[in-house]
């Protein structure tokens, strides 16, 4: 969903990884956006495969000084993230 020039992902909205991978994508390329929101709330287990695919929306975010977000997430998939030091890397507080 788009809002303004912030983009917010909406993981439980891809059922298919193969369609998230597109739009991390189309996301990184779009000169509009000024900030991404990866939005977790309706995800109860992370695949590795969106795990990687946030973490390329991050790199490109912070080579591109473009503001970065995660959040809602519940505490199974805090507790994955916390294991592989990601939420120490995006900046996510319980």
């Given at each position: 969903m788009k809002k303004g020039k912030e983009y917010t992902l909406a993981?439980?909205?891809?059922?298919?990884?193969?369609?998230?991978?597109?739009e991390v994508s189309r996301v990184i390329v779009d000169p509009k956006v000024t900030g991404i929101v990866v939005d977790l709330d309706k995800v109860s287990f992370i695949l590795s495969a969106v795990?990687?695919?946030?973490?390329?929306?991050?790199?490109?975010?912070?080579?591109?000084?473009?503001?970065?977000?995660?959040?809602?997430?519940?505490?199974?998939?805090?507790?994955t993230l916390d294991m592989l030091k990601l939420t120490q890397m995006f900046g996510v507080k319980k």
């Open positions: 993981v439980a909205g891809f059922t298919e990884i193969s369609f998230f991978e597109k795990i990687a695919q946030i973490v390329k929306l991050f790199k490109h975010c912070s080579k591109t000084s473009i503001p970065f977000r995660v959040i809602n997430m519940s505490d199974e998939v805090y507790e």
